[in-house]
């Protein structure tokens, strides 16, 4: 582990400019910046789901593996050429994304976000992860990145669809149902 800060400004990025992993100063608008910014707001709103009393010991337990697992993806973000998370990684969440699914109902219509306070949330950090990955994905266009972290974003934004679907089932509100409105012809 990298030297730790005892004070928290540095007055560093007063220019603009953020620190690497690997020492390089980037702008703070960079995409690498973007991504792992992207990472860690995930892992705040799953943060503030797991401050939630009432979740399920399983979903707990997953959901702060997975906070670890965040922070490694944006550490290897920041630090350009280092691998953190493994195809492991992406393989326990596809194990958590089977086990959880096989005890819910087939999809027959798309969900709304809702279903109790903790599926809300669920479905705010599944939408944050979508943005991450588009973020990863924009940096990736430009500087290749592993295969891993695609797949792990990927996956994950899946994992909390799911999940929020079960919170929603067990807080007793259920999932909302999206109600189509017929489509009209444009003027």
């Known amino acids: 582990m990298g030297h730790r800060l005892s004070r928290i400004y540095t007055r560093t990025g007063d220019d603009g400019s953020t620190g690497l992993g690997d020492g390089r100063r980037v702008a703070k608008n960079d995409l690498r910046v973007a991504a792992f910014g992207d990472a860690d707001e995930l892992n705040s709103a799953l943060g503030l789901l797991l401050a939630q009393p009432d979740l399920p010991g399983d979903l707990r337990a997953a959901l702060q593996r997975i906070q ?23 393989l326990r969440l596809e194990s958590e994304l089977d086990a ?4 819910l109902p087939p999809l027959r219509d798309f969900i709304l976000p809702g279903g109790g306070m903790a599926a809300a ?5 599944r939408t944050i992860c979508r943005r991450c990955e588009r973020s990863v994905i924009t940096l990736h266009q430009r500087e290749p990145l592993r295969a891993d972290l695609l797949q792990y974003l990927n996956r994950l934004s899946d994992l909390l669809f799911v999940m929020a679907r079960v919170l929603a089932r067990a807080s007793g509100h259920g999932e909302v149902l999206w109600q189509a409105r017929p489509p009209v012809a444009a003027d």
């Not at 922070?71 to 195809?87: D, K, R, T, W």
């Not at 959880?100 to 005890?103: G, I, T």
């Not at 949330?121 to 950090?125: G, K, S, Y």
């Open 68 to 90: 670890h697992d965040l922070f490694n993806l944006g550490g290897e973000l920041c630090m350009p050429g280092v691998a953190i998370i493994q195809s492991q990684d992406v």
């Open 100 to 103: 959880l699914n096989a005890d």
């Open 121 to 125: 949330q669920c479905h705010l950090a």
